[in-house]
């Protein structure tokens, strides 16, 4: 059988590491829901700027093998 004052000390420990895992969990559940609005953010920005058209005549060019390098 074990002594009284070791299970409570084991008892102890695992009651602060709980405590520490908890605080992790709810810390990286944050951040994941900040980074899943930053998606969603980026994810929008995205499709505003596949809907926008050509600037007039600044771009048009189909490949990048058709325009000319800046020294021409």
């Known amino acids: 059988m074990e002594h009284p004052n070791n299970t409570e000390q084991r008892l102890t420990d695992l009651e602060i590491k709980a405590s520490f895992t908890e605080d992790l969990v709810d810390s990286l559940n944050q951040i994941v829901a900040r980074q899943q609005q930053q998606i969603d953010l980026l994810m929008a920005e995205v499709s505003h700027l596949r809907r926008q058209e050509p600037d007039g005549g600044a771009g048009g060019f189909s ?4 325009e000319l390098p800046p020294h021409y």
């Open 63 to 66: 490949s990048l093998r058709d």
